[in-house]
């Protein structure tokens, strides 16, 4: 008898990287979140440079002393917090500091509670380290976000809260008095909050709190792939409680090590102001782009994006099979969108979420395009 695979490994497909994968050059991609911009000048020059000088091993575990430092004056200044550079972990994307994190914080059977539609990572790695999801529904009537009377109206207290504000799917950012009242939630429970803060910085008229101002027990997820244009770099940064850095450092010791020497090195540039005043004239462009799908997009029923870069719609007065539908509208329009069942297992057949950091001459092309397949339909 052959081998065969682990029943932990029958997680679900990450289907919007099946879209990717049909499409070619003459696709306007708008289902993956991959800034059509590359990492800021000043990163490449000193990654040029370090190619010539330095060695480019290993470095520590939790990161290089001068990321960490970087990080942690940043996010105070940021945010008007104190934050240490011993707390501050580096980690090999934020998907990397996910699965860290998920081992070093929960044992197999915990549960932790999550909105619903959400990013399918988080569902599908905690399910594949053998946690058990408790599902906080929300729509429009909650723009999405979750809220603390969901939680305490839970039967039993989770070991743990993700919250993620900008949203991916939908874009919303959660109200600061929201934020704060399940920071309190879960101090006051003893329940692990995690803030995922990856599209920080990418905002239209609003600002972002950090769960951090609101409990030093929370743990903060940051990335260089959003804001800072580096996806490819696979660097991002945990802010963690003191009690969980030594069981991170021990995982990330036997899982990768490091992160990667050179992405660290150019990492440290991208929070200089040279780089900022680059990534927000970035943002403008998001920006623009997000006003013209808002205009000419022919849909209505979406909560408009407060940060990041999605749109995500309710299309059920077209379809109840959004995937099929966004296959039938890439094979006959060319045109690539996410369908919402990634997001959501239970509604998201209901919906389809676009992606809008490309360039604004794509998003008209892809409304022209979207508009003539509903008439045709």
Sequence with gaps: MNAQPSQRSHVDPFRVMQILGQ???????????QPSSGAPTPVIRRVQQALIDAPLGYTPTLGTDELRAT??????????????????????????????LFLAALDHGDTIAMSRPGYPAYRNTL?????????????????FQPTARMLAELETVPKAVIVTSPDNPS??????????????????????????????????????????????????????????????????????????VE???????????????????GAVEAFSEEARQELAQRVEH?????????????????APPD????????????????????????RETGVAVAPGVDFDPIDGHRYIRISFCVDV???EQACQRITEFLRAR
């Design 23 to 33: 499409t070619d050059e003459k696709s306007l991609v708008l289902c993956v979140g």
């Design 71 to 100: 990080i942690a004056d940043w996010h105070n200044a940021t945010y008007g917090v104190t934050t240490r550079p011993e707390n501050v972990v580096i980690t090999t994307g934020s998907s990397g500091g996910f699965v860290a």
């Design 127 to 143: 399910q594949a380290l053998g946690a058990q999801i408790v599902d906080l529904p929300c729509g429009p009537d909650t723009r």
């Design 171 to 244: 874009g919303t950012i959660i109200d600061p008095d929201e934020l704060r009242a399940i920071a309190e939630w879960c101090d006051a429970n003893g329940c692990l909050l995690i803030s995922d803060e990856i599209y920080h910085g990418i905002t239209y008229g609003r600002t972002c709190a950090t769960a951090r101002s609101y409990s030093d027990q929370a743990v903060v997820v940051g990335s260089l792939s959003k804001f800072f244009c580096m996806t490819g770099w696979r660097l991002g940064w945990l802010i963690v409680p003191d009690h969980l």
């Design 247 to 265: 069981p991170l450092e021990n995982l990330q010791a036997n899982l990768a090590l490091c992160p990667p020497a050179v992405s660290q090195v």
């Design 286 to 302: 998001y920006a623009a782009a997000r006003d013209v799908l808002l205009e000419k997009l022919p849909f209505t029923r979406f």
């Design 307 to 330: 940060g990041g870069f999605y749109l995500y719609i309710d299309i059920s007065e077209y379809t109840d099979d959004s995937e099929q539908w966004c296959r039938d509208l890439l």
């Design 361 to 363: 001459d794509v998003i």
